[in-house]
């Protein structure tokens, strides 16, 4: 038995680029967590004839699911609903109680726009009453309604903004209509093993080798990718397999357990606020402005433990606000490891800080040299008990890459210094 | 005439949401540039059947060019090129003079990690050598080669890494197979205008009337979304439809010109580059955690004009680094105006800017009362030679949602008085 669903995400805004759909991947996770196995995820803009062939290719490749995003909109080039009643041959009726409810809804949120004419808005929202005859409408978060369309397979049809598609696509799955869609769903086990320092040749070279020891070894799902410079290995197995992969893991272990630093899902952001609590951290950051202290402050209750950051862009500021002497600077380069270690330094004093990350580098395009090339990144993490560690690493790709990737490695760097034993 | 495409994104860590893809997006707009419709995004994992599947449903709709994305690694996991050399009905074989390239590259690479074992390394990359015949190859940039197939469709396969796919894009398009593919296209126009502080809906309402009022609308072919608070209307239209567009653009200035801050396809985040050429800024940040500063130093040149940052997440580092006097945050509470105007006060100071923004808030989950729930943001814009602006706004969504949300407030909030007349 299986299940076997596809996502239909709409929008010329996503397939043309200008908007990141965040939708396929946060179903793709419920989808696991239930158990359905996801086959494909589509694309299409705001054309029916796009849109119908999508659904039609993903019925033919016999999911039991497909669930829509977007198209629920007021204005003209928002179809999903007419196209899905059609796909299912099924006829649009005004619901005159949604309608109502619609009406409200667009009242409230107009009240905030004085200067506009609220009977014309509410004219264009009349359309988004429209229900495929014999679905199960899934009330507006926003003002648009979802809605669940039985059948083989069944479609469920979501708005665009996420964060009325999600609360939504929980009210969906209470129906019997999805319930008896994905009866056929298998409960399987994941784990993660995340590596940094490691390239994925490595690794790939070791599934060779896991593959011919390794009896059963097809029974595992192994999936290895590269992000921000860590080598994540993921493997989805049946729980009668998981003495398989407690062979895998001793393998790998064997061969990379120096690189190896989570198997159990947590993420070196997570590790990190786990290993600062009680602490009082700060960050001095150059080339990074600030996507250092931003990335340690998106985990709720970091408030806990991170006092701030300087952000000193400019050589003056080094000086000006964390104490950097400027001699230092012209001796040195602004990129430089003494300059990086004066400004963590800086961070501890001036925020009465135990633990400090601090960072200086070259993020490009412009600012290269022979010696110091786009890519080259200063690293020191210091801690006001002592132990301090200082390092230079050449980053590859752009701007935006070197950035990023340069806030991972000071995250590995802070896990390195503060799970050592005191 | 037209020229259509499809782009195919392979990969596990894509179709679960463990990665974010990219490629999808940077290929759609090359293909919009070239004046080639692109029809259709399809992503599946690492599945030669559901591979399979989507190149021949790509197909059967009749685009004239597939461009698949992922799966060229030396994983077993990676199985595009067998794939796709299937579909096309051509055998697989060796290019020996490409298998010394790679092991060439190979070896470079792998002398930064003395304790692997190369010869397992080389025997994993060997596999990347093997071509449909008749195929035309695009030399690597990391280890991977691309290929281009000719044929009805033709199929150029790229790796997953953006900066490998970007730079093999760009040769694939100068190859005759998909000079030919791709010789239907039409130059397109297209047109963006931005707003803020708009309800799509009152935009809807206005595109119904367009649609009656302007001879030769349907022409227009129109799509709207909401991001990060502002509404975007994107237009596309053949060169001899430039007299209907400039109408409808009329028409949406009388409507919505106050909301209107683009209409050439700059983005806020450029035009307050440009404002700041000359000046010297600052931000003073809580809950953003330093988002507003990396976006300003997101573009190349920001150096010229950001400062720095201080990021005084802890209430006594407001008072420690910005100089906020305590017993304005003790009478109003961090999140109030008074104590962001202070804290944009000491930014202005420390890094003798002329130029500063602060943002408190509640970004959540936790940290919510009945006066300031979550969401609640204050902004201050100073600037030194007198004008300041302060305004308290409740931002919708969850955390990640109310800190971008208040970087977007905060650029608008500096473009308009940086605006001015002074």
Redesign the interface.
């Known amino acids: 038995m299986s299940a076997r669903a596809g996502i239909v995400v709409t ?3 996503v ?6 759909d965040r939708n ?3 179903l ?2 419920r989808l ?1 967590e239930l158990g359905v196995e ?9 054309r029916p004839g ?1 849109l119908a ?2 659904l039609r ?1 993903l019925a033919a ?1 016999g999911v039991d699911l497909i669930i829509t995003s977007g198209g629920l ?5 928002d179809l999903t609903v007419a196209t899905v009643a059609e796909f299912c041959g099924r006829e649009l009726v005004l619901d005159p109680e949604l309608e109502a409810r619609i009406a409200d809804i ?1 009242a409230r ?2 009240a ?2 004085p200067n ?2 609220a009977d ?2 509410r ?3 009349r359309k988004q009453a429209l229900i495929p005859a014999g679905a199960h409408v899934l009330e507006p978060v926003g ?1 648009a309604p979802g809605v669940v369309v039985p059948g083989t397979p069944t479609v469920v049809v979501l708005p665009g ?1 996420p ?1 009325e598609l999600q609360p939504m696509w929980r009210a969906a799955v209470a129906t019997p209509a999805v319930q008896q869609a994905i009866a056929g769903r298998t409960r399987y086990r994941q784990d993660t093993v995340r590596m940094f320092g ?8 070791t ?3 896991a ?1 011919v020891q390794i009896a059963g070894f097809e029974r595992l ?7 921000r410079g860590e080598v ?1 290995m ?1 493997t989805r197995y049946e729980p009668d397999s998981a003495a398989v992969y407690a062979e895998l893991l001793t393998l790998v272990r064997q061969r990379h357990g120096g690189e190896i630093f989570s198997e159990d899902g947590t993420t070196v952001d997570e590790q990190v606020a786990a290993l600062l609590a009680g602490r ?1 951290v ?2 001095a ?1 150059s080339c ?7 990335r ?3 985990i ?4 806990g433990y ?9 050589n ?2 080094k000086t ?2 964390l104490d950097v002497d400027p001699a230092l600077v012209a001796a040195h380069g602004a990129v430089s490891e003494p300059v990086v270690a004066a400004m963590a330094d800086g961070a501890l004093r ?3 800080a135990d633990t400090a990350v601090a960072i200086s580098g070259v993020a ?3 600012g290269g040299t022979p010696d110091k090339p786009v890519g080259t990144v200063c690293f020191c993490v210091r801690l006001a008990e002592g132990p301090t560690v200082v390092r230079t690493l050449r980053l ?6 070197v ?1 990023e990737r340069s806030t991972t490695v000071a995250l590995h760097l802070l896990r390195e210094v503060l799970s050592r034993p005191s």
Chains 1, 2 share one sequence.
């Open positions: 929008g010329t805004e397939l043309t680029g200008r908007i990141a396929g991947p946060w793709a996770e696991l996801l086959a494909h995820i589509t694309i299409c803009g705001d796009d062939a999508q290719f490749e909109g007021p204005t003209a080039d667009v949120v107009m905030r726009f506009v004419d014309a808005v004219a264009a929202n003002t903004p964060r490691l390239p994925e040749s490595a690794l790939a070279a599934l060779r080798d593959e799902e192994i999936t290895t990718c590269v992000r994540e993921v009082r700060a960050t950051e990074t402005g600030g996507l250092l202290a931003a340690l402050t998106e709720p209750g970091s408030s991170v006092c701030g950051s300087v952000v000193a862009y400019a003056d500021a000006a606000v001036r925020f009465s490009g395009p412009g590859p790709g752009d701007r935006a890459d950035r």
